[in-house]
């Protein structure tokens, strides 16, 4: 449905698209995940129109839209600030997009209640937009975007304003709502739970260009390189050596799973994967602060030598803080990625 072809966009010497290729297929929920500055926008901007090309191309369905307006795109755009018409109430923002085609007012009027229904604010059509919470002014700039049936909807950090445990439920909610409709979505967002929870795709963003690519469980459990890693929270990770099933670092040996690639590597350890035990076993490291997430604990242990390990604990088995203990490492909790000076 969506396809771009080394799309480029440069602002004077920046490149902030540098040949990007990506296709969306149709009803697949896409995010684009990255840094800040990473092109994300620009990419979403490109799509959309409002960001002309230097180089390359976008298609839909087929057709390229280099001299396609705005307007005529058939994408939906839904934007972090929203932009919703204060002076007007919940139903007009919502057939806003529908008034513009010259929808009659009837129609108008029984889709803007269908969709209010579908985003869960049954009857809101009258209310006031100044008088709704962040939250419920979400769902209306959702709404609208979806009203006009746009073969592909854009969304810039759709939940980016709202607070956490908000966000958490409407990502839930937006995903079965895009999965009844059919949706096809182009999502841009800095929050990796968020795209994790939505998507049935994400992309990875680095200096305009794509990192890595996969669904959420390919690219959580095996991130392409040690920038990815890091960007999903991953701290541990050391430059290594593997060789005999196991990889030297400077927390000593760390068993591979078997089959891993020999040579010079980065070494991702994930938090799960570090085993704390009595301080006569394994790399001896000293406990620091602990934070309480819930159903585990995520511990900071400093070895004698080297960099913080976290480690990640039941409630039950989490050290106290300064207490002296051993570390060894579960192999399939490990990932070695290539050096980052060979990607
Ligand atoms: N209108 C512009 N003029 C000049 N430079 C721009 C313009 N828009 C974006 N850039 C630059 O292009 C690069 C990519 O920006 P973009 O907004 O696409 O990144 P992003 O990944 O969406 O970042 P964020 O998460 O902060 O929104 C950045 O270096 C940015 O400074």
């Keep these: ?85 204060p002076h007007r109430d919940v139903a007009a923002n919502v057939a806003f997009g529908l008034r513009m085609r010259g929808v009659p007012r009837a129609e108008r009027d029984d889709r803007a209640g269908e ?12 209310r006031a937009v100044a008088a709704l919470s962040g ?103 050391v430059e290594a050596s593997v060789g005999g099933g196991a990889a030297d670092t400077v927390w000593g040996k760390v068993p591979v799973p078997d089959g891993s690639p020999e040579g010079r590597c980065d070494l991702l350890v994930r938090p799960a994967g570090v085993r704390i035990g009595a301080p006569d076993t394994g790399l001896r490291c000293t406990v620091g602060v602990r934070t309480f997430r819930g159903h585990h604990v995520t511990v900071l242990l400093y070895p004698d030598d080297g960099p913080a390990l976290e480690a990640e604990c039941t409630l039950r088995d989490t050290p106290v803080e300064g207490a002296v203990v051993g570390v060894e490492f579960d192999p399939s909790e490990t990932v070695v990625l290539p050096p980052a000076d060979r990607l």
């Design 135 to 237: 939250g419920e002014q979400q769902r209306v700039a959702l709404a609208r975007a979806l009203a006009p049936r746009p073969k592909l909807l854009m969304l810039d950090e759709p939940l980016g304003q709202l607070d956490r445990s908000l966000r958490e439920r409407l990502v839930v909610e937006l995903r079965s709502l895009f999965g009844r409709l059919g949706t096809t979505v182009l999502a841009v967002t800095h929050d990796q739970g968020e795209a994790f929870a939505l998507a049935d795709r994400v992309v990875v963003m680095r200096d305009g260009r794509i990192t890595q690519t996969g669904s959420p469980l390919e690219v959580w459990q095996r991130p392409a390189s040690a920038f990815v890693a890091r960007f999903l929270g991953f701290d541990n990770v």
């Design 115 to 126: 969709l209010l229904d579908m985003v869960g604010l049954p009857g809101a059509g009258r």
């Design 1 to 85: 449905m969506l396809a771009l072809e080394s799309a480029t966009v440069r602002f004077g010497k920046r490149t902030a698209l540098d040949a990007v290729d990506l296709e969306v297929a149709d009803h697949e929920i896409v995010c684009v995940l990255g840094p800040s500055g990473s092109g994300k926008s620009t990419l979403l901007r490109a799509v959309a129109g409002l960001q002309p090309l230097d180089g390359g191309r976008v298609l839909l369905d087929g057709q390229d839209q280099g001299a396609v307006p705005v307007h005529r795109r058939g994408v939906g755009l839904m934007f972090q600030d929203h932009q919703l018409f």
